[in-house]
């Protein structure tokens, strides 16, 4: 349970970091953020709070979901009918947060009071972003055990194509829910990548068998997959026995935002449903348990900080816990205390279904 409660926890930590009430958001330089970071004398002399670190948009949503997930639904119906439900209100909290805009627009489609539709929205050509993808991880953790595969992939999917109704979008929180699995299934994080690969076919059959704009994601689907491919193939973990990441021998802020523009879609690293998870990943691969490692490549670079920073936060305490991490970064932190009510409610939910399976 603790390392369920230190997922949601740390999760929120990097989010919060990464956003720095606006200001590291927007700044396109990982070595300005990580010089201002200096001056105020390193991660651990930060105390993050609400007044001034508040959370984003990002770990609000990721909150909703879990909320959802742990209520006592019959159905996985239900579940996506509790999920309209709760991110239609959630758009009031997120006010002033600056909510991503195909998180907005998703929302504004979702259909509360239709039992049958509810949660059907229309195929968007901007909904590719990371917004899906931050949100999901609660899913890996409900459904994380390898007999529940198939519904992992369903509700990562359905969850994501609520707000973000295009394959890198919903392929995304595909991607941060089966990493989260995996974590809490102790497979070594060098696997995960090449795992990933395999599972991309079931969310397509699984797509195939709703019928629901398939002609739209056939022409979308391929990006994802080759933007995959291609960084397995450059960390040298593309295939069954490669079992060490190949790191260059100079990793600094500079380098480190080069690579991460090479795998964005746009020049801005982890805008999208695609190189948020990826950027989350390899900070993971490269930094292993070390959270001040982890925190320079996943959160202080010159793109969507508090995006990799939330699904890096979250794998990390799924991974390690919270015991190496520097108290001052969550003991004040915005709605702790309710992260560690989500992390423990969706531990005892999924060790519930456990017992009833067996």
């Not at 925190?295 to 995006?307: D, L, P, Q, S, T």
């Amino acid at each position: 349970m603790e390392k369920f409660q230190a997922a949601m926890v740390l999760g929120a930590v990097g989010d919060a970091l990464g956003y720095r009430k606006g200001r590291w958001e927007s700044c396109t330089s990982g070595r300005q953020i990580q010089e201002e970071l200096a001056t105020l004398g390193g991660l651990e002399k930060l105390r993050l709070d609400a007044d001034n670190w508040p959370l984003s948009d990002s770990v609000l949503m990721h909150m909703t979901t879990a909320a959802a997930l742990i209520t006592d639904y019959w159905s996985l119906e239900d579940l996506y009918r509790e999920l309209v439900r709760v991110y239609v209100e959630a758009m009031v909290s997120l006010q002033g947060r600056a909510p991503d805009p195909a998180t907005t627009e998703g929302c504004a489609h979702l259909k509360p009071h239709n039992f049958l539709l509810a949660w059907h929205t229309p195929f968007n050509e901007k909904g590719s972003g990371f917004g899906a993808a931050t949100k999901a991880m609660c899913v890996g953790m409900r459904y994380w055990q390898p007999g529940r595969l198939e519904t992992l992939v369903e509700v990562s999917i359905e969850a994501g194509r609520m707000t973000h109704n295009h394959p890198t979008g919903f392929l995304g929180s595909m991607t941060t829910a089966l990493f989260a699995s995996y974590a809490i299934q102790g497979k070594p994080p060098v696997t995960w990548g090449r795992d990933l690969m395999k599972v991309i076919p079931k969310a397509e059959e699984y797509c195939r068998k709703t019928i629901r704009h398939m002609a739209e994601y056939q022409e979308n689907w391929f990006y994802f997959e080759a933007k995959w491919q291609f960084y397995l193939e450059e960390r040298g973990i593309e295939e069954e026995g490669q079992n060490k990441a190949l790191f260059p021998d100079r990793y600094d802020a500079e380098e480190t935002d080069k690579m991460y523009k090479r795998w964005s879609s746009e020049g801005r690293p982890g805008r999208r449903g695609h190189d948020a998870p990826m950027i989350a990943y390899d900070a993971l691969l490269a930094a292993g348990s070390d959270w001040t490692e982890l925190c320079r490549r996943a959160v202080f670079h010159g793109g969507a900080g508090e995006a990799t920073g939330l699904i890096a936060g979250c794998l990390y305490g799924l991974l390690y816990g919270i015991s190496q991490v520097p108290s001052g970064l969550y003991q004040d932190l915005d709605r702790r205390q309710r992260l560690e009510e989500l992390g423990a409610a969706l531990h005892k939910a999924s060790s519930a279904e456990k017992c009833t399976e067996k």
